[in-house]
């Protein structure tokens, strides 16, 4: 259940796009807030906020933060102009959004028959801190230069955020770095996930969406920060990842899936090749997908391309050679991070999901 608590705003501690950080105090202390202007207003200090502060007691890593719900001295303008998708639905904060698929929108005829990706590749991950790794190995040494988007070759590479996570994209700095630096083109919310530059009812029309709609070469699927895990084979928030290789496959796409590999994770279930992806690709992906394999020294290495072999069941497994990638990943323009581990502590993880990136380069040679 939620725990409420009212608090003041002491201090404005930065802010990104689409997101406020505060320092708040409460009858327990101060604590670190989190405000999304759109839906709640711009707290300012000495404001009186109403907060949920349940990420806060269960000490979640990805979002310890109070929620800042209202501020309810001084409530934000009702919205104005077009959109009727309704988002996070009938929550306390259920919010309309002007979706790119719905009737009222400019894209709504570009969508209305739309039917393929023309063969673009789709990377799909199980979690969102596989993004900018898997960014760097799509660009590998021709990154895009600061306020233009795309590499030398002027690629164009959107991001389709599914709900299985966060579901505002303003929670993700990644996100808004990403598009500050031009590394993605633009972020796609699709779901009950909102706060992206696109908006869109499922997945699939969030394919249709970044092919059509923002014209990207590449897409990159995976849910928002955060992930739901309850250590059973099926209970977890990841089994998306599968489904978003049938959605790109029925589209006409080609979807490269990006393995969930970690050398440093205490837990075995996701030691080597994590029970996720094997579940994910294994048993809920029904289209085949071209799975990278990186080629990883050692005992290691070995272990992982064991675990990876029943996958050729429905799969293509590519192997994937990794040099060159750890610096491309030195060069990522936001802090990779994955369970609170960073590129040294877990190096086999972003490797991972770069091999995916850069075996998705060669498919756009």
């Known amino acids: 259940m939620i725990r409420w608590r009212r608090g003041e705003v002491v201090r404005v501690r930065r802010e990104w796009p689409g997101a406020v950080e505060l320092d708040v105090t409460t009858e327990e202390g101060e604590a670190r807030a989190l405000a999304y202007p759109a839906l709640v207003g711009r707290p300012e200090p000495g404001d009186v906020v109403l907060l949920n502060t349940t990420a806060l007691a269960m000490g979640l890593g990805t979002g310890g933060y109070a929620m800042v719900v209202a501020v309810p001295d001084r409530l934000p303008q009702d919205p104005q102009g077009p959109g009727h998708l309704v988002k996070a639905r009938y929550t306390p904060l259920q919010a309309t959004v002007l979706g790119a698929d719905e009737q009222d929108s400019p894209f ?81 919310t699709a779901g009950q996930a909102f706060g992206g530059d696109v908006e869109v009812v499922t997945p699939h029309t969030g394919l249709l969406a970044a092919r059509h709609v923002l014209e990207a070469d590449v897409a990159i699927v995976t849910q928002g920060p955060g992930n739901l895990g309850s250590g059973t084979r099926w209970g977890f928030s990841g089994v ?66 064991e675990q990876s072999r029943p996958l050729a069941a429905r799969h293509e497994l590519v192997e994937v050679p990794v040099d060159g990638l750890h610096e491309a990943l030195r060069g990522s323009p936001v802090r990779l991070s994955t ?27």
């Open 108 to 188: 709504h005829e570009v969508l209305r028959d739309a039917d393929s990706v023309d063969g673009m590749p789709v990377i799909v991950a199980d979690l969102h801190s596989a993004l900018p790794a898997i960014l760097c190995g799509l660009y590998g040494a021709n990154p895009p230069e600061p306020g233009k988007t795309g590499g030398g070759k002027s690629l164009r590479v959107a991001y389709v955020m599914l709900d299985g996570g966060a579901l505002p994209a303003w929670f993700s700095m990644s996100c808004a770095r990403l598009r500050e630096t031009g590394w993605l083109c633009g972020v796609v």
């Open 240 to 305: 998306s990842a599968g489904e978003a290789v049938n959605a790109a496959a029925v589209l006409g796409g080609r979807p490269v899936a990006a393995l969930r590999v970690s050398e440093g994770d205490l837990r075995e279930r996701h030691i080597g090749v994590s029970h996720h992806s094997l579940t994910a690709y294994g048993r809920v992906a029904l289209a085949p997908a071209q799975v990278a394999v990186p080629v990883l020294p050692g005992d290691f290495g070995r272990r992982v391309a």
């Open 339 to 365: 369970m609170g581990r960073g590129l040294d502590e877990d190096l086999a993880y972003f490797l991972a999901s770069a091999a995916a990136g850069r075996h998705a380069a060669s498919l756009l040679s």
